[in-house]
């Protein structure tokens, strides 16, 4: 019966990360920097009000879009820290983890025959999702450009088919992100043109040295402009399964109509404990960031030292380091790596063809961990 399944759905790929996280575990001796997953615990007030929430009977069906504390807190947070103001009832929408905003934002901006356009490398969960949408996804190579999406690169690949362009940063897999001023040159370009701005900001509270600016607080986008955020990486709350999406409200309405035939609701436990974590704890994000910080220069170091290139990141916990051996594919080198020292790292060609060339490395581990990770990486390269 399987030539009878929905095209879109079987030329689609399981996400190369997890493909190759799957592949490594349960190994014996292997030292694993894939997987961003914070390494610290979600913190213990949110804990209390979770289970507070199960206590209180708090385990029913809640709005389609958001228990309405949790989106005036959205509110709160976004206002105060990125100058954002989304009304919480016409224009918030609380959904399950930042992936279910993204699929549901996609499914109801792009129709078959549209192109969206977005960075390479980039994070391997959008381009199935703009398929499955009937969309055609457009790489756009920013490697001469220090991984960054710029105005320029983005008007040589605008098409009359052109209906979106995602901007995912700070990035996954290379760490960068953009500028108030190159922010400002994308908003001049796309400010009347009818296309769509899908801002992923999840990891916009984990930025080193420079301020995180939303693309939203240009007011010549807003209605345009659909933002992504979360609190799986900024209160270490994966699992919690709790997103977010700010948009314009006659683009949300349509939104929820998908969200609502989706998955009803987030869940209303998860709820009250992202309503905690974006209330008494909307700053606990900052002891985790000046970690990431500290481990961050000690990557980039080590990094230095083998002689590797790599555009310097300034935000998220991850480093896309240049590693290419002659004759070995990305996917090749990581699995060597793997039989040869027990080091996993996630090969670059899992964030498109771009990524060819290069390795991923988490820095959401523990100094220990990362240090006897870049002593294997250092033990392999000097063999070479």
Do not use: W
């Amino acid at each position: 019966m399987e030539q009878y399944l929905n095209d879109h759905v079987k030329n689609i790929e399981i996400s190369g990360i997890r493909k190759f996280f799957n592949l490594v575990s349960g190994k014996d001796d292997v030292v694993s920097l894939t997987i961003g997953q914070p390494d610290f615990q979600t913190p213990e007030h949110i804990k209390e009000a979770t289970k507070k929430a199960i206590d209180d009977n708090q385990t029913v069906y809640t709005p389609n879009a958001g228990i309405l504390p949790l989106r005036q807190a959205i509110h709160d947070v976004t206002k105060e820290k990125y100058g954002l103001s989304y009304d919480p009832e016409e224009e918030i929408i609380v959904s399950v983890g930042a992936s279910e905003a993204i699929d549901i934002t996609l499914r109801t901006i792009v129709k078959p025959g549209d192109e969206v356009l977005l960075p390479g490398p980039v994070y391997p969960g959008y381009e199935p999702l703009i398929k499955l949408a009937g969309a055609t996804p457009v790489h756009i190579d920013t490697r001469d450009y220090n991984f960054k999406l710029t105005a320029d690169l983005i008007k040589e690949h605008i098409t009359d088919k052109t209906k979106c362009v995602i901007l995912p940063y700070p990035s996954n897999p290379t760490g960068v992100t953009l500028t108030k001023n190159e922010l400002k040159e994308i908003t001049q370009l796309l400010k009347d043109l009818p296309i769509f701005i899908l801002a992923d900001e999840i990891y916009s509270e984990l930025t080193y040295g420079v301020e995180h600016v939303s693309i939203a607080s240009f007011e010549e986008v807003r209605k345009q402009t659909i933002v992504i955020q979360g609190v799986s990486k900024s209160h270490s709350m994966t699992g919690f399964r709790i997103g977010y999406l700010l948009a314009d409200s006659a683009i949300r309405k349509h939104i929820l109509k998908v969200h609502q035939y989706n998955v009803s609701c987030p869940t209303s436990i998860s709820q009250y404990a992202a309503l905690q974590a974006l209330t008494m704890g909307k700053n606990d994000s900052h002891i985790m960031r000046e970690a990431y910080s500290e481990r961050r220069v000690y990557v980039l170091k080590r990094l230095e030292k083998m002689g590797l290139e790599v555009v310097e990141p300034d935000g998220a916990f991850y480093v896309f380091p240049k590693i290419n051996i002659p004759n070995y594919t990305s996917f090749e080198l990581a699995l060597r790596l793997v039989d040869e020292v027990g080091l996993a790292l996630v090969p670059g060609d899992a964030f498109s063809e771009y990524g060819e060339g290069y390795l991923r490395l988490s820095y959401a581990y523990h100094m220990s961990v990362l240090e006897e990770g870049l002593n294997r990486l250092e033990q392999f390269l000097t063999k070479q």
